[in-house]
C-alpha cells in the first residue's frame, strides 16, 4: 500500500510541476448509463488523498439514470440512508484538459480496489471479470474502434444538423470513406487526436465514416483491458469537448439520422495464456470456434448492455453492417461476431454490436463472459454466413423484452455477478418507463 501511495504521490506532484497553472483536477468515473460524474478537487487536496487520505463519494451515484435521475432498485437509492463509498484514484490517468477556458487536469477513480468495491460500479464488473480470466490462465488483448457523428453546434428546433464543411460552408456532402472529408475536417480531428494522445490514449487509424459527418477512430491493442476501456471512455470525453471547441457537436448516439448509418463501438480481443500463445489459434482453432458459440448463446441476454437505450435498438438493421440475429463469420461486416483475417498469433474475434453509446466496461465484460462460457462449454457454433446467409438467432429488439432476458440467465448472473444484473435491468427498465411519461407531437398528429 506504502509503495502504491508513494506511486501516486509522485504522480501528482510531477503533474504540478508540469502544470503549475492548474488550480483543479476533475475526479472521475463512468456510471452505469456511460455518464461520467465526479468531483472538482482543488490540487493541492488530491496531493493529500494520493498520499492516503481517504477518497468518497456517494454509492448510488452510480445508479443514476440516462438524465440523472435515481431510480428505486431495491433497497438502495431511498432506503439506505445514500451512503458514502470508498473510491481509490486510477495511476497514470492523472492528465491536462485541453478543451476547457480554464486550465484543469482530470483523473480517473474507480471503487475496484478498495476494501468495499460497489459491485454494480462497471469497471468493478469489468474489473472481476479479468481477475477471474486470470486466475485460469487466460490473458485477453483488447482494441476498441468508435464510430461517432459531428454535427453543427446549433441544433434546429432541438435536432442535429449536418456539420458545416469548413472549406465550402456548406453541409457536409463528401461520399462516403472520402478521403477528402479527413482533410476538409482536419483542424477539429487533429485536435482531438493530439488531445486524447496527451490523455495516454494509443489512437491509430482514422477512418470517414458511411453517414454525412460520421468517422471512427481505431485504437492500440492494449493486453490490459481496464485501461482499453478507460481510454473508449475518455475519448468520448475529450472528443465532446474537443468539437465544441471547434464550433461542432460530437456525439456518440447510436442512430442520429434515421436514413443514414448507426455508430458502432467494435472490440477485438485475442486471448493469450501466460507464455504468449493465442489460445483462439491452437487445435486448428477449435477454441476460436467454441468461443464464438459462447458469444452467439449469450448475445441476446446482453442485449440491454449492447444496445442500452430507446434510440440504440433503432440502430439494429435497416443499414449495412448492423445485425439484426445473432451470427458470426469470416470477413464479414454484416456478422455480430466477425473473424478478421490474421495469421495464427493474432487471431481475434471482432464484436460489431454494440452502440457507440454503450458503456465500454460493461460491454467489454460481457464479450470476455461469452467467450469465457463458450470456452468451457466446448460447443460447435452455428453456421457462419460465409456458408449460409440466413444463419443466426434471434435477440430481443426492445428494451423491456431484452432485460426479461437477460436478468435471468444463470451464466450472465455467474459471470457479471447476480447483484450488478439485477440493479442493470432495474436501472434499465425505470429509464425505458421514464422515457414513454412524454407525449411525442407524432402522437397528436396520428390520434388526436
Not at 439520422?257 to 486448428?284: E, I, K, R
Not at 455477478?417 to 411525442?440: S, W
Request: net charge negative; glycine share 8%; aromatic share 8%.
Amino acid at each position: 500500500m506504502k509503495s502504491h501511495s508513494s506511486t501516486l504521490l509522485a504522480e501528482v506532484r510531477t503533474f504540478r510541476q508540469n502544470h503549475p497553472d492548474v488550480r483543479y483536477v476533475d475526479l472521475i468515473a463512468l456510471d452505469i448509463p456511460g455518464h461520467f460524474y465526479g468531483k472538482r478537487y482543488p490540487v493541492d487536496m488530491l496531493e493529500k488523498v494520493a498520499a492516503g487520505s481517504p477518497l468518497k463519494l456517494p454509492q448510488n451515484a452510480v445508479l443514476l439514470g440516462a438524465q440523472g435521475g435515481l431510480f428505486k432498485i431495491g433497497d438502495y437509492c431511498f432506503h439506505d440512508g445514500d451512503p458514502d463509498a470508498n473510491r481509490r484514484l486510477v495511476p497514470g490517468t492523472l492528465k491536462p484538459v485541453s478543451w476547457e477556458a480554464q486550465p484543469l487536469g482530470q483523473m480517473l477513480i474507480t471503487s475496484d480496489g478498495t476494501e468495499a468495491p460497489i459491485e454494480f460500479e462497471p469497471r468493478e464488473v469489468l474489473a472481476k471479470v479479468l481477475e477471474r480470466l486470470h486466475r485460469k490462465g487466460i490473458h485477453p488483448v483488447v482494441a476498441f474502434e468508435l464510430e461517432f457523428y459531428l454535427f453543427d453546434k446549433k441544433l434546429s428546433d432541438g435536432l442535429p444538423q449536418f456539420a458545416r464543411d469548413p472549406l465550402s460552408d456548406d453541409a457536409d456532402d463528401q461520399p462516403n470513406l472520402h478521403i477528402e472529408r479527413l482533410s476538409r475536417f482536419a483542424p477539429v480531428l487533429d485536435d482531438l487526436v493530439e488531445t486524447a494522445k496527451a490523455q495516454g490514449i494509443d489512437i491509430t487509424v482514422i477512418t470517414a465514416e458511411l453517414g454525412p459527418g460520421q468517422f471512427e477512430i481505431n485504437f492500440g491493442h492494449l493486453e490490459d483491458g481496464l485501461r482499453a476501456a478507460d481510454w473508449a471512455a475518455l475519448f468520448c470525453r475529450s472528443t465532446r469537448g474537443v468539437a465544441l471547441k471547434h464550433g461542432y457537436r460530437a456525439s456518440f448516439m447510436a442512430k442520429p439520422y434515421l436514413q443514414h448509418p448507426g455508430s458502432g463501438m467494435h472490440v477485438h480481443v485475442s486471448l493469450y495464456d501466460a507464455a504468449g500463445n493465442n489460445l483462439l489459434a491452437a487445435h486448428q482453432q477449435q477454441p476460436l470456434r467454441h468461443a464464438v458459440a459462447g458469444c452467439l448463446e449469450l448475445l441476446p441476454h446482453c442485449m440491454p448492455i449492447f444496445s442500452p437505450n430507446h434510440n440504440a435498438f433503432r440502430r439494429l438493421g435497416g443499414t449495412v453492417n448492423a445485425a439484426t440475429r445473432a451470427c458470426w463469420g469470416y470477413e464479414d461486416r454484416d456478422a455480430c461476431v466477425r473473424i478478421p483475417e490474421s495469421d495464427p498469433r493474432n487471431l481475434r474475434i471482432e464484436h460489431r454490436l454494440a452502440s457507440a453509446d454503450a458503456n465500454p466496461y460493461l460491454v467489454l465484460a460481457a464479450i470476455l463472459v461469452g467467450l469465457e462460457h463458450g470456452l468451457e462449454a466446448a460447443k460447435e457454433p452455428i453456421a457462419p454466413l460465409n456458408e449460409d446467409r440466413n444463419s443466426g438467432a434471434d435477440f430481443p429488439l426492445e428494451m423491456l423484452e431484452a432485460v426479461r432476458a437477460m436478468q435471468h440467465q444463470p451464466a450472465l448472473r455467474e459471470g457479471l455477478g447476480a447483484e450488478f444484473v439485477d440493479v442493470y435491468c432495474e436501472n434499465k427498465r425505470q429509464d425505458h418507463l421514464a422515457f414513454q411519461q412524454e407525449i411525442h407531437a407524432r402522437e397528436y398528429r396520428w390520434y388526436l
